[in-house]
């Protein structure tokens, strides 16, 4: 079983950066894929940024450029580095584990772009 905690999101003003983390709990995390997705109000839940046990990364093109995931399989941490950020990029972030066959997702944080 695959727990996933999101901490991080929070208010922040546009053209500003932030980091999610997410915390997991589970047998080997250096063979969980993992990301982040996210929804918007009213919208359906998106992929963010991907990143498999190698390391390999995937991004959607609204967080090229802007966003980078990384993991900590010492820690068992994943994170989103979220810079430059636009009032669109207000959502609930939600990290998601895929590890054999099952899928695990967390609660979700809040990110808020406003000024």
């Known amino acids: 079983q695959v727990q996933l905690v999101e901490f991080g999101g929070e208010l922040v003003q546009p053209g500003g950066s932030l980091r999610l983390s997410c915390a997991a709990s589970?047998?080997?995390?250096?063979?969980?894929?993992m990301a982040w997705f996210r929804q918007a109000p009213g919208k359906e839940r998106e992929l963010v940024a991907g990143?498999?046990?190698?390391?390999?990364?995937n991004y959607a093109d609204s967080a090229k450029g802007r966003f980078t995931i990384s993991r900590d399989n010492a820690k068992n941490m994943a994170y989103l580095e979220m810079s430059s950020l636009k009032y669109e990029d207000t959502a609930v972030y939600y990290c998601?584990?895929?590890?054999?066959?099952?899928?695990?997702w967390g609660l979700g944080t809040l990110v808020t772009v406003s000024s």
């Open positions: 589970g047998p080997i995390f250096s063979d969980y894929q």
């Open positions: 990143i498999s046990s190698s390391g390999s990364t």
């Open positions: 998601y584990a895929r590890l054999l066959g099952m899928d695990y």
